[in-house]
């Protein structure tokens, strides 16, 4: 079993920075692959990052590449999503995920653990 807890959404405008943070607690959550899906009021949960136990492997959803960067400490907060030049279209909440394979599979049938989320608004 994994528990995951994000941390540090919030509000800010258009062309800011933010960075998110997942706390993982389990006997093997390090040995998972990490990821940060979102959902946007309306519409459906999709991929932003993911990056691989080993952090070998790294893939973005196009969205965000070169604005976003994913990186993970498997010794202190596994995962954090460093975010900048945000954009109003990146308002959503945030969720970090843990599974086996959403490096080579990034969807939401490849996660296997879920945390609760956390909220990012960009104003423009």
């Known amino acids: 079993q994994v528990q995951l807890v994000e941390s540090g959404g919030g509000l800010v405008q258009a062309g800011g920075s933010l960075r998110l943070s997942c706390a993982a607690s389990g006997r093997t959550f390090n040995t998972y692959t990490m990821a940060w899906f979102r959902q946007a009021p309306g519409k459906e949960r999709e991929f932003v990052a993911a990056i691989t136990w080993s952090g070998g492997s790294i893939r973005y959803a196009d969205s965000v590449k070169g604005r976003f960067t994913i990186s993970r400490d498997n010794a202190k907060n596994p995962v954090y999503l460093q975010m900048s030049s945000l954009k109003p279209e990146d308002t959503a909440v945030y969720y970090c995920?843990?599974?086996?394979?959403?490096?080579?599979?990034?969807?939401?049938?490849?996660?296997?653990?879920w945390g609760q989320g956390t909220q990012v608004t960009v104003s423009s």
């Open positions: 995920a843990a599974g086996r394979s959403i490096v080579t599979v990034p969807s939401l049938t490849s996660v296997m653990y």
